[in-house]
């Protein structure tokens, strides 16, 4: 699969898929495509897997497009603006993201649900107690609202981040609350 990401401020990514290469994503996930390109909507794994779409963000059902007949062109637009950004998925690094910022993926990629088991974290952490979780092998396409910043931790180096800013992570990572000191900064800081 190749692919280019196009447009501002509502990005879409345009992939170019080979015979028989296939793409997945949510439904109402495709804006334009080539007329070879054949569709099939099911559950994406059971009952389980519907449901656990359902609560991280996601419609209840997963499309997946497959070239036929040749080179196949299919889109995916974003549905605010932001960025749609490509994160390479492979056995060593699975990504947990916000809700709602899977947009599409190859056929390689599993979408799961990621349950925060901190209380404080899923209470004040800004994301929620479900987030997404992306493993697996390819690439998948999230879609992120406003301006993304990248950054690469080493092991044992934090950052904090105010809640309901964290866009994604690697599994790896740990996300924990803490509170500001002083009671002015807490009442009063935002």
Same mark, same amino acid.
């Given at each position: 699969?190749?692919?280019?990401?196009?447009?501002?401020?509502?990005?879409?990514?345009?992939?170019?898929?080979?015979?028989?290469?296939?793409?997945?994503?949510?439904?109402?996930?495709?804006?334009?495509?080539?007329?070879?390109?054949?569709?099939?909507?099911?559950?994406?794994?059971?009952?389980?897997?519907?449901?656990?779409?359902?609560?991280?963000?996601?419609?209840?059902?997963?499309?997946?497009?497959?070239?036929?007949?040749?080179?196949?062109?299919?889109?995916?637009?974003?549905?605010?603006?932001?960025?749609?950004? *490509?994160?390479?998925?492979?056995?060593?690094?699975?990504?947990?993201?916000?809700?709602?910022?899977?947009?599409?993926?190859?056929?390689?990629?599993?979408?799961?649900?990621?349950?925060?088991?901190?209380?404080?974290?899923?209470?004040?952490?800004?994301?929620?107690?479900?987030?997404?979780?992306?493993?697996?092998?390819?690439?998948?396409?999230?879609?992120?609202?406003?301006?993304?910043?990248?950054?690469?931790?080493?092991?044992?180096?934090?950052?904090?981040?105010?809640?309901?800013?964290?866009?994604?992570?690697?599994?790896?990572?740990?996300?924990?609350?803490?509170?500001? *000191?002083?009671?002015?900064?807490?009442?009063?800081?935002?």
């Amino acid at each position: 699969m190749q692919y280019e990401i196009v447009g501002t401020p509502f990005p879409a990514v345009v992939c170019r898929l080979a015979q028989n290469e296939s793409m997945h994503c949510g439904s109402n996930g495709m804006a334009w495509m080539s007329p070879n390109m054949e569709m099939d909507t099911n559950t994406g794994g059971g009952i389980g897997k519907l449901f656990g779409r359902a609560f991280s963000g996601e419609s209840l059902f997963r499309c997946t497009y497959t070239a036929r007949q040749g080179e196949g062109m299919i889109s995916f637009a974003s549905s605010m603006p932001g960025r749609v950004l *490509p994160i390479e998925i492979s056995s060593q690094r699975a990504i947990v993201a916000q809700k709602s910022a899977f947009l599409a993926t190859e056929a390689g990629v599993d979408m799961n649900i990621f349950f925060q088991k901190k209380l404080g974290s899923g209470f004040f952490g800004g994301e929620g107690f479900i987030m997404q979780k992306l493993s697996g092998r390819g690439i998948v396409f999230a879609e992120f609202d406003g301006h993304i910043m990248e950054y690469d931790l080493e092991a044992g180096q934090q950052m904090v981040i105010d809640t309901g800013y964290l866009a994604a992570m690697t599994a790896g990572c740990q996300m924990e609350i803490q509170s500001v *000191p002083g009671v002015k900064n807490m009442l009063f800081g935002g």
